[in-house]
């Protein structure tokens, strides 16, 4: 007999919510097989089986328990053991059989000839009751009456009804027990609101640029990365040089001192089942497109999963998020605490603009950065929009610090 008991998520997590249990109570399990799923209020992991065998839940789903403490049992002498299956229960024919003895009768189904004959219920009654099979039935059938064909011919030809939809009133509500790690987003979320001077500052971008590129390089892309190329890397790169610009936008408060970062850790807003989670891309300065698609993809994979770990999740400078995948035309994201800015992506509109002098349908995006005025001036959070802007318009400046080509070769 073994003990399985609630790991630690983290630090400063005491206890954790049992948020369901894949197996039941006296369930024969495998050893590494995940039995169960745990919720704290920062993150969400798995209880494993540290050996196989029959196993005795001690805490029921919902209960909160201390980090540390029983989860299950496990008793080892049954493992190996064929998982038990409860016996299917008897038929009322079945029961007939057992308490009072009949003849044996013929099963009524039809052999392979007679597949698609269909039997009314009082036709299959009649037909147990004389111990008769689909086959009987059938031979038994010496011809075929004008009154039988013309009955196939008017059932063929019969159109299909048409019901009339009815819809149902109802007055019912449900009610779910908030798991921690709702509550703690949501206590999180208002300290935000309360505790931060918020504002936020628009710009628009033309993403005829960006686009292009990747309808261009896409299939390549693919081919030597294994990995398509989305708009999140374009965007978390520019985001990373326009923070070498305006280190302002990467800093955040620490009691009575800012900390300015010279690194950029980029936090990706990803939904999951669970709800919003945040994996943080670390070093996005050392990265290139590819890179930051595949770390993307394992992080995004691991939250949707339940598998990221607390440390994927903490220690983010600057986020992104991303509502244009579910139609955001504008928003104005919440800061992510303790950082000091986040930026919104939104949904790409075909709209008229003016390109040099002439009106001309383009993609447009707008896209919105959410500040703590107490760190981040006017200044630097328009400028960092801005810088966005250029280098998503021109993508070729990401190569060059965010900065002008031209200008560079021309020392200007």
Known sequence: MIEIKIPSPGESISEVEIASWFVADGDIVERDQEIAELESDKATLTLVAEEGGKIQIQAQEGDTVAVGSIACTIDTSFAG???????????????????KPTEAKAPVEASENYQDVKISPIGKKLMEENNLSVDDVMAGLQRLT????????DVKDQPAPITAKTSTISREAKRTKMTNLRKKLSARL???KNETAMLTTFNEVDMSAVMELRKKYQKKFVETHDIKLGFMSFFTKAATEALKAHPMVNSMMDGEEIVTPDYADIAIAVQTPKGLMVPVIRNTESLGLADIEKKLMELANKARTGKISLDEMTGGTFTITNGGVFGSLLSTPIINPPQSGILGMHNIVERPVAVNGKVEIRPMMYIALSYDHRVIDGKDSVGFLVKIKEMIENPHHMLFDGKDPDSMLLGI
């Open 81 to 99: 053991s064929a998982p038990k299956t409860a016996a299917a229960p008897a038929s009322k024919a079945e029961e007939k059989t057992t308490t």
């Open 146 to 153: 004008k009154k039988d064909i013309q009955a196939v011919v």
């Open 190 to 192: 208002v300290s935000v």
